[in-house]
């Protein structure tokens, strides 16, 4: 494999970024589960494939990886949109930010500053080695979709659907959605 052949060994490989698009980001995510690589930034990841079958071996490993990972994911991908959190598990490791748009990223300057920002910020928290920043929890749809742990934070058994999120239900396998930036919301 080429990204055998480029990517450094050693200490040098703790500094490198693998950027991928589309099915580059997969390729890069697979590598980075194998090599120690700093961080790995994809762009439009392909979780499903458009009026097709769904094939697992395309996001599985994305529930294991450990690599600080960033997916940066149009509201309205083909491939997976907003809702991709609720049905895809996803390693704390894993960073989601959903930007405007589709899997084109045909994006305004503006959003492409964002895009910047985001990506600055999430090599700033890997390189101090701190959890990315991610949207937040909906807090409400895991907990209507759960009305068991409803009552457990109800009962005061845990702070909140996050947090029983965190001790159990990714482990479970439960699914979950973060909340859409206000900025811009997801359309109809």
Known sequence: MLLEQI???????????????SSGARVASLFAMGR??????C???PFRPVHSVLEPERFAH????TVPTLILQGYEDEYGGVDLTEHYALSPAVS?????GGHEHHLSSEEWDRVGQLVLTFCDHASRQLPPDSMPFDEAFYLRTYPGVA??????QFVSG???????GRQE???????????HPARD
């Open 7 to 21: 990517i450094p060994t050693g200490e040098d490989v703790k500094r490198t970024v693998l950027i991928g698009r």
């Open 43 to 45: 762009l439009g990841y």
């Open 151 to 156: 009552a457990a934070v109800a009962a005061g």
């Open 173 to 183: 396998g439960r699914s979950f959605r973060l909340q859409p930036d206000a900025r």
């Open 36 to 41: 120690g690589v700093a961080a790995v930034i």
């Open 96 to 100: 989601v930010q959903f930007i405007a």
């Open 162 to 168: 996050e947090q029983h999120f965190l001790l159990h």
């Open 62 to 65: 994305l529930a294991r990886i």
